[in-house]
């Protein structure tokens, strides 16, 4: 748990089981008032106080609206905790059914400790505590006759562990309770794409869907297409399945129960989107025409519940296997961590990357060398993943405009694009 004191530059970091003893000390003599002293130590810089344990008084008076403590008889306690490095560094008492706003009891109180102990910028703890339980909490530090208070910062480490858990309570519930195998699948499948459409930014939708090109050509069905929102022209549905433009393609993945058995199977379905046709053409941005650029790399990858690999070692021998347009990016096996593939690549320069794009696209999938494969941490492989797959999408900007009329041959129509 970490504080911050803007006006100052100064933190306090406090262990969560110092804290858990703060709250047991101030329920236990609910209804009336409680408190003790904070030891710890601090950093070289002294802007950070890290508070490591509480030391409770021996004599205090205690009430509703009032506490006192003292000191005496409290010698040996500090003695022995100076052989641990740590000293005073400030004080805590609880306000039962009241606010963690500071009294003038408590300010007066903090202008004498500083006096007698003589330490810059004693801390000061206040917690509220009802009678379900602690309410709320403040650190203060004082300062030239001022309490000044400090903001509780997020604990991103602890944040992205808790919507891990969550995500991954979510898929080992449709894994045990869902025993039609098509149903588990598809169940798992639209947890990986509520995920994705809830934490991507409002230019990327995410669909269950099939990619067709321009020619008529399509891939099989892939579990996860993000795709552009803002320059996708027209979407099919037919029979209950949905079609999109290959030009609007940003990535695909494919979506198992466990990543054993189907790194392969997974880059063979990334290949039959990578090998569609796309057109480039140029477009209006911000009132200037720009013109056609070349194609972007589709983003591929496999995202699992569990892996049954003992070792994550054996999850990249597969992916070293794996050549050209069924190479994998990146994915996510969410109890044993993800994964992403930096390649070497090199550009084809006896072809112009914009007239003959898919042969360009293609020689840069085929120069593809590994020169590393990285793996998370497990408890934070869902946003370790989200974070990568976040960079890539960004290095991409955006998909090429597509040419509406390429597709429009198929009716032997076309339409004029200029006003």
Known sequence: MKYYLASNDLYIEILASVFDQIQLQAESEYPNENGGMLAGRYSTDRRTVYIEKIVMPIEKVTGRAMFKRNAKGMEKVWEHLAEEELRYVGEWHSHPNGSTRYSNADLTAMVDIEKEVAIANPLLLIVGVRKEGISAHTFYCYENNKLLEYTKMIDLKELFIGLQNQMQISLNVNRKFIGHPGSKGDATEQHWIEFLRT?????????????????????????????????TPFIFKQDGFMYIPAESVYAVFEVKQDVEGYIEYAAKKIESVRKLKRTSISMIASGKTTAAR?????????????????ENDTVKKHLEKLKGLQTLDLGCLCNA?????????????????????????????????????EFSNKDVSLFTFFLQLVSYLKSIGTVPAIDINAYLKAIHAKIDEDI
Do not use: C, H, W
Request: glycine share 4%; charged share 30%.
């Open 294 to 310: 070349p194609l972007t790399k589709i983003i591929g990858g496999i995202l699992t519940t569990t892996s049954s690999y003992k």
């Open 199 to 231: 934490y991507l930014p409002d230019r990327y939708k995410v669909d269950k869907a099939i990619v067709i090109d321009s020619t008529g050509n399509v891939s099989e069905q892939m579990d996860v297409v993000i795709y552009d929102a803002i320059y």
């Open 337 to 373: 961590g993800s994964f992403y593939v930096d390649y070497k690549e090199t550009v084809p320069d006896d072809l112009d990357p914009v007239k003959d794009n898919r042969k360009y696209i293609e020689q840069v999938y085929e120069s593809r060398e590994i020169n590393e494969i």
